[in-house]
T-cell receptor, first 114, second 114 residues
Framework: GQSLEQPSEVTAVEGAIVQINCTYQ??????LSWYQQHDGGAPTFLSY????GLEETGRFSSFLSRSDSYGYLLLQELQMKDSASYFC???????????????FGTGTRLKVLA | EAEVAQSPRYKITEKSQAVAFWCDPI?????LYWYRQILGQGPELLVQ????????DSQLPKDRFSAERLKGVDSTLKIQPAELGDSAMYLC????????????FGPGTRLTVT
């Protein structure tokens, strides 16, 4: 079967650094995305890794190791507004039309404490 | 900034009734996705369109769910008859083209089946 594993919950204090891990087991792999979702809100795109290594976007960075089927999202200088759920998503095999299917993880709920 | 529109935002229906959700993707976006998100879980793909064609509906319970995107623009997802287990958030997302890895999500429709 296909699965993406994430910790269910992470807690950190304002100003700290937190890492959210994602391990995946899927039939295909073309990239790993990260999304943020506040309670009651829609998921919003944060980052995407197609190749091994670190991608940095402001306070957020994302890492991928394809040989380990593993990635993580790193959040620096945590702020209260970062309290949300974070989902990794694997870009799976393309369909016959060339579009890609995405499989989402179970999500990690991040709580930032003052 | 262009956004994905969905309606209604909230829907309460009795089991065995029919219910429909509407999605208008960002103008020009060829790929459209319908996801179901159960509280505390990640989005699960139900159906994916490329223009007006269904390219993946392997996870769509076809005995009760149907989806269409007749002119390749807006889309409707229907459930008939609704069951208690259908209570969830139904999210619509769109992407510009087959090579895009970023999905833009709408605000979702919260369905409660009583």
């Amino acid at each position: 079967g296909q699965s993406l594993e994430q910790p269910s919950e992470v807690t950190a204090v304002e100003g700290a650094i937190v890492q959210i891990n994602c391990t995946y087991q899927t039939s295909g792999f073309y990239g790993l995305s990260w999304y943020q979702q506040h309670d009651g809100g829609a998921p919003t795109f944060l980052s995407y890794n197609a190749l091994d290594g670190l991608e940095e976007t402001g306070r957020f960075s994302s890492f991928l190791s394809r040989s380990d089927s593993y990635g993580y999202l790193l959040l620096q200088e945590l702020q209260m507004k970062d309290s949300a759920s974070y989902f990794c998503a694997v870009r799976d095999n393309p369909t016959t039309s060339g579009t890609y299917k995405y499989i989402f993880g179970t999500g990690t709920r991040l709580k930032v404490l003052a | 900034e262009a956004e994905v529109a969905q309606s209604p935002r909230y829907k309460i229906t009795e089991k065995s009734q029919a219910v429909a959700f509407w999605c208008d993707p960002i103008s020009g976006h060829a790929t459209l996705y319908w996801y179901r998100q159960i509280l505390g879980q990640g989005p699960e793909l139900l159906v994916q369109f490329q223009d007006e064609s269904v390219v993946d509906d392997s996870q769509l319970p076809k005995d009760r769910f149907s989806a269409e995107r007749l002119k390749g623009v807006d889309s409707t997802l229907k459930i008939q008859p609704a069951e208690l287990g259908d209570s969830a958030m139904y999210l619509c997302a769109s992407s510009p083209n087959v090579d895009s890895y970023e999905q833009y999500f709408g605000p979702g429709t919260r369905l409660t089946v009583t």
